[in-house]
Nanobody, 123 residues
Framework: QVQLVESGGGLVQAGGSLRLSCSAS????????MGWFRQAPGKEREFVAG????????YYADSVKGRFTISRDNAKNTVYLEMNSLQPEDSAVYYC????????????????WGQGTQVTVSS
């Protein structure tokens, strides 16, 4: 399993922006698809965004499409989630995850998970 560590969460006002980072250990980061998920209290964990091994294909939940952007830098073993126009309903713990199929597709099996980073959006 690859080890993943998220960072960049915090408190932001509605309409603001945050950039989350996920740093990966290991030597095979570039073969993995990567995804971002989030979980709010009392709710199921949900898929937010995914990216394939090369960065050439991306996937987004309808709720964040047009506001969030996923990207990766394989040379730095890092995946990013830029979040713009944040709303209170975006508040959640955000997790990054790795997919060994390389696709980062919403229905892929994400086998490795980070510890999560809290994002809180105030109104």
């Amino acid at each position: 399993q690859v080890q993943l560590v998220e960072s960049g969460g915090g408190l932001v006002q509605a309409g603001g922006s945050l950039r989350l980072s996920c740093s990966a250990s290991g030597r095979t980061f570039s073969v993995y698809g990567m995804g971002w998920f989030r979980q709010a209290p009392g709710k199921e964990r949900e898929f937010v965004a995914g990216i394939n091994w090369s960065g050439g294909s991306t996937y987004y939940a309808d709720s964040v499409k047009g506001r969030f952007t996923i990207s990766r830098d394989n040379a730095k073993n890092t995946v990013y989630l830029e979040m713009n126009s944040l709303q209170p309903e975006d508040s959640a713990v955000y997790y990054c995850a790795a997919d060994s199929t390389g696709r980062g597709h919403p229905v892929a099996y994400f086998h490795s998970w980070g510890q999560g980073t809290q994002v809180t959006v105030s109104s």
